[in-house]
């Protein structure tokens, strides 16, 4: 548990997203307030449509809000240009993704990669060093030269996890990351994401449908129609509750 | 991205997709190799047409008649006033009037057939004096010259080119032989060298004494000084000397014809240097159009480009979203697409000029229709045409760059 005087990683005050079709407008965020502090592990649930995930592109910094205000590490995201935004995606933020969303052309070595060739002035030997750091930290040293297609769900999301985590940012967050695994594969990846939270003090956003990974969070978010309905934290007073739950899993 | 990067990804990309590859660059091979071609043989022929007028000498001068007389009147020697006399022709001899003249050689036409025994041949003859072999810079392979005398006596002798010679005698020797040129009975007293590959070739002419020619070929009448000429060859005292030679001509034939200050010339000087010129400006604009040509096919194949670089653009949609949400600007991805055009139609270049080089070089002295083909390949040529493969790849790539930059990162990843 992070100690001392909390640090806001994620600031939204009254931020909605609209979407305009045809004549009607479709309100994915309505009037959303949230603080997420540094540390924090925050599962989002909620029915489907409800808006999880244009709220999760909004923080990525993928999509803007239409109205309100997203303040990112003490950063208005809204002052940002198109360049600093794509810069912030790299630097301050890594984003899991339901699909894995991995280059299949690519080894999971190159893949995990790409946020640092973007980021300029890093030399390919470091590139590939932090790279194999990171596919070390999610448990695939054996699997640096495989391609996609060569590689299970969970080991694809495992890749993915990696690359949002090469560039060592504080933020991670991932839009039901175990929407496409098996069981045995989500509870490796949301393994994965709770170690990365105790172990690393990463703060993690982690949208789901899935009890099990919601009962890794601290605290849980759970939305309905583009508004938050529940916000609450989630009590872990034993190890051993924990290890009962992982043994249910198995 | 930096450069090397920027060229590595596109070498992926493009090697990705080998066959599609291949073939978008065929367009662009096809292109850059048919410019290379085509110049090749463009440049081949200009220099050729050029060395071939050298051999005449470049101390040669030709006057022909008539003010607006083609510029090609040398050809034919053909103005359509009958405003050279043999009598200008002799003016131009004199040493205080004509300094700088060497020679003066006029010449006539004639044209009809020329009959020995069952063989006939049609024939473009000349009219000559003893000066034309040197002004025209012939020989005599066997027998001799028209002589002055021959000129002054209008004998009934004639000169025969090589292919003539052969047509009408095969292999004997024609000297001391007759033939009739237009049912009047010549003898033959020389034949001439085979000039072949000069531009003015005799081979397939006659030659006969100038007055022979006037009075018994075309049937002309009047004094012999007044015989009219096709044209007048004048070699001037060396080639330096060719432009003050030109102004004594011009200075004589004026006064001769009492042509007024503001009145034109009514014969027209042409020099070697001159028919160069003409010539090669012919030829310029040859090349300039087998260039366009070869270049719409380089054009061809940069749509062909622009084609792939759309249909990849949007295959590769989703890659642009994930590229762009782990950290990719906007320019970055213009960047990849533009590389991978370039790329494309750089190899493509590099392999057309290779192509083109080839072609030219084993194409260099092949016949066509009986005309030998040369070629020169021109470094510059080649540069240029890798430099505008790049440029197609440039400006045919920057469309689908700017197509995949402008995606939305969002709706790139839910492509499917
Ligand atoms: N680009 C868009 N254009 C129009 N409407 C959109 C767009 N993106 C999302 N929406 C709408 O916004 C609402 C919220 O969508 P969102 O994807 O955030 O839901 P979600 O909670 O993630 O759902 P799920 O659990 O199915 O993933 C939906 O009604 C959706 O149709
Ligand atoms: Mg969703």
């Given at each position: 548990m992070t100690s001392g005087t909390p640090t806001?990683?994620?600031?939204?005050?009254?931020?909605?997203?609209?979407?305009?079709?045809?004549?009607?407008?479709?309100?994915?965020?309505?009037?959303?307030?949230?603080?997420?502090?540094?540390?924090?592990?925050?599962?989002?649930?909620?029915p489907s449509g409800s808006g999880k995930s244009t709220l999760m592109n909004t923080l990525g910094c993928l999509d803007q809000p239409s109205s309100g205000v997203f303040v990112l590490n003490g950063q208005n995201v809204s002052d940002l240009s198109?360049?600093?935004?794509?810069?912030?995606?790299?630097?301050?933020?890594?984003?899991?993704?339901?699909?894995?969303?991995?280059?299949?052309?690519?080894?999971?070595?190159?893949?995990?990669?790409?946020?640092?060739?973007y980021s300029g002035g890093i030399k390919g030997k470091d590139r590939r060093a932090a790279a194999r750091a990171a596919l070390d930290?999610?448990?695939?040293?054996?699997?640096?030269?495989?391609?996609?297609?060569?590689?299970?769900?969970?080991?694809?999301?495992?890749?993915?996890?990696?690359?949002?985590?090469?560039?060592?940012?504080?933020?991670?967050?991932?839009?039901?990351?175990?929407?496409?695994?098996?069981?045995?594969?989500?509870?490796?990846?949301?393994?994965?994401?709770r170690s990365l939270n105790e172990d690393d003090g990463k703060t993690i956003v982690v949208v789901t449908h899935d009890p099990e990974v919601a009962e890794a969070a601290k605290r849980i978010i759970a939305f309905r129609d583009g508004q938050i309905v529940e916000d609450r934290p989630i009590d872990h007073p034993t190890d051993s509750v924990t290890d009962e739950t992982n043994e249910n899993a198995e | 991205?930096?450069?090397?990067?920027?060229?590595?990804?596109?070498?992926g990309s493009v090697g990705a997709n080998k066959l599609r590859a291949g073939l978008t660059l065929l367009g662009i091979v096809i292109g850059v190799s048919s410019v290379i071609a085509m110049m090749a043989v463009g440049r081949g022929a200009q220099i050729s047409v050029t060395s071939r007028i050298s051999e005449l000498g470049t101390d040669l001068i030709t006057v022909s008649p008539g003010a607006q007389a083609l510029r090609f009147a040398f050809f034919g020697g053909g103005?359509?006033?009958?405003?050279?006399?043999?009598?200008?022709?002799?003016?131009?001899k004199d040493d205080v009037f004509a300094p700088d003249v060497r020679l003066v050689a006029p010449?006539?036409?004639?044209?009809?057939?020329?009959?020995?025994?069952?063989e006939s041949t049609f024939v473009n003859g000349v009219g000559i004096t003893a000066e034309y072999l040197e002004a025209r810079n012939l020989s005599i392979a066997s027998g001799r010259n028209i002589t002055n005398a021959d000129v002054e006596n209008i004998a009934?002798?004639?000169?025969?080119?090589?292919?003539?010679?052969?047509?009408?005698?095969?292999?004997?020797?024609?000297?001391?032989?007759?033939?009739?040129?237009?049912?009047?009975?010549?003898?033959?007293?020389?034949?001439?060298?085979?000039?072949?590959?000069?531009?003015?070739?005799?081979?397939?002419?006659?030659?006969?004494?100038?007055?022979?020619?006037?009075?018994r070929l075309n049937n002309g009448t009047g004094l012999f000084n007044s015989i009219s000429l096709g044209s007048i060859n004048v070699l001037a005292s060396s080639e330096d000397t060719v432009d003050d030679a030109r102004t004594d001509v011009s200075t004589v034939l004026r006064l001769r014809h009492e042509l007024a200050a503001d009145e034109d010339d009514d014969f027209l000087i042409t020099t070697q240097q001159d028919t160069i010129e003409t010539l090669e400006g012919t030829q310029g604009t040859f090349v300039i159009l087998l260039g366009s040509i070869a270049g719409i096919s380089l054009l061809v194949g940069g749509i062909g480009v622009m084609n792939i670089m759309l249909v990849s653009v949007t295959e590769r949609t989703r890659e642009i979203g994930i590229r762009r949400a782990v950290g990719a600007k906007r320019r970055d991805i213009l960047f990849q697409f533009v590389a991978e055009a370039i790329l494309m139609t750089f190899a493509g270049g590099i392999l057309g000029v290779l192509a083109g080089w080839a072609?030219?070089?084993?194409?260099?002295?092949?016949?066509?229709?009986?005309?030998?083909?040369?070629?020169?390949?021109?470094?510059?040529?080649?540069i240029i045409a890798l430099g505008v493969s790049v440029a197609v790849g440039l400006f045919f790539g920057i469309y689908p760059a700017v197509r995949a930059a402008s995606l939305n990162p969002i709706e790139a990843l839910r492509h499917e």
């Open positions: 806001p990683v994620i600031e939204l005050t009254n931020v909605s997203r609209e979407f305009q079709l045809g004549t009607h407008s479709v309100r994915a965020l309505d009037g959303i307030s949230l603080t997420i502090q540094l540390g924090e592990m925050v599962a989002i649930i909620g198109d360049n600093q935004l794509a810069e912030t995606r790299s630097h301050q933020l890594g984003f899991v993704f339901q699909s894995y969303n991995l280059l299949p052309r690519e080894t999971a070595l190159s893949n995990v990669e790409l946020p640092l060739k930290r999610v448990g695939l040293s054996e699997r640096y030269d495989h391609r996609p297609m060569q590689m299970s769900g969970g080991e694809q999301q495992r890749v993915a996890i990696a690359r949002a985590l090469v560039r060592n940012p504080e933020l991670i967050l991932a839009d039901e990351p175990t929407g496409n695994l098996d069981s045995k594969s989500s509870a490796e990846v949301i393994e994965m994401l | 991205m930096n450069p090397g990067l920027l060229i590595s990804t596109a070498f103005g359509n006033s009958d405003v050279l006399s043999l009598e200008d022709a002799l003016s131009l010449e006539n036409s004639f044209s009809g057939s020329a009959v020995v025994g069952s009934l002798v004639a000169v025969l080119g090589s292919e003539v010679s052969e047509t009408l005698f095969g292999q004997r020797n024609p000297v001391g032989a007759t033939l009739k040129i237009s049912s009047r009975e010549f003898t033959v007293v020389g034949v001439l060298d085979s000039q072949e590959g000069t531009i003015f070739n005799p081979d397939n002419s006659i030659l006969v004494p100038i007055n022979t020619a006037h009075y072609i030219a070089y084993f194409g260099n002295g092949a016949t066509v229709d009986g005309d030998i083909i040369e070629t020169v390949i021109e470094t510059h040529i080649a």
